[in-house]
T-cell receptor
Framework: DVKVTQSSRYLVKRTGEKVFLECVQDMDHENMFWYRQDPGLGLRLIYFSYDVKMKEKGDIPEGYSVSREKKERFSLILESASTNQTSMYLC?????????????FGPGTRLTVL | GQSLEQPSEVTAVEGAIVQINCTYQTSGFYGLSWYQQHDGGAPTFLSYNALDGLEETGRFSSFLSRSDSYGYLLLQELQMKDSASYFCAVRDSGNTPLVFGKGTRLSVIA
């Protein structure tokens, strides 16, 4: 069974803290993605990666960075957390480019920044 | 860039049929997808249309008209468990990420 796991379901941090959100997939997928989900705004793409050590900005990269040192792991980093980064963060993976591949999502991390 | 429009909310009666529409604007087009998300859960894949026409999977069907930049998800014999948010999504090309609509919240009532 395909699986995408995220390090925490719930996280509470303080303004200014550095925050790491971890995502691991066990499907040997090449592509990985980070989205944030807010009510009424749907899923917005933050960053994505098509291969190890590669990263591309999505639609809302400001205030975030990512790291992909291993194929199975894609980390989202909030360098200095702010209250407007309180949100649900969803990681996803996909087999690769080319013909259509379904995206598999992790359970999400609900982050609250106080 | 891409943009997608879908209704924010739909309510339907158990056992009925409901259609959720999606219109899109993209510079390229590499298929229309639908995802379902229950409250507190992760989005899960429902269907994909690359070509015009209707694709059926059990109680769910998805339709695409590329000339109209339009598609819909059809849910038949609605059940209470179908209450969820439904997202349409598109890609510009085979090597780009999915871009999602804002989602349609479906409420199934008795």
């Amino acid at each position: 069974d395909v699986k995408v796991t995220q390090s925490s379901r719930y996280l509470v941090k303080r303004t200014g803290e550095k925050v790491f959100l971890e995502c691991v997939q066990d499907m040997d997928h090449e592509n990985m993605f980070w989205y944030r989900q807010d009510p009424g705004l749907g899923l917005r793409l933050i960053y994505f990666s098509y291969d190890v050590k590669m990263k591309e900005k999505g639609d809302i990269p400001e205030g975030y960075s990512v790291s992909r040192e291993k194929k199975e792991r894609f980390s989202l980093i909030l360098e200095s957390a702010s209250t407007n980064q309180t949100s649900m963060y969803l990681c996803a993976s996909r087999k690769g480019p080319g013909s259509y591949n379904e995206q598999f999502f992790g359970p999400g991390t609900r982050l609250t920044v106080l | 860039g891409q943009s997608l429009e879908q209704p924010s909310e739909v309510t339907a009666v158990e056992g009925a049929i409901v259609q959720i529409n999606c219109t899109y604007q993209t510079s390229g087009f590499y298929g229309l997808s639908w995802y379902q998300q229950h409250d507190g859960g992760a989005p899960t894949f429902l269907s994909y249309n690359a070509l015009d026409g209707l694709e059926e999977t059990g109680r769910f069907s998805s339709f695409l008209s590329r000339s109209d930049s339009y598609g819909y998800l059809l849910l038949q014999e609605l059940q209470m468990k179908d209450s969820a948010s439904y997202f349409c999504a598109v890609r510009d090309s085979g090597n780009t990420p999915l871009v999602f609509g804002k989602g349609t919240r479906l409420s199934v009532i008795a």
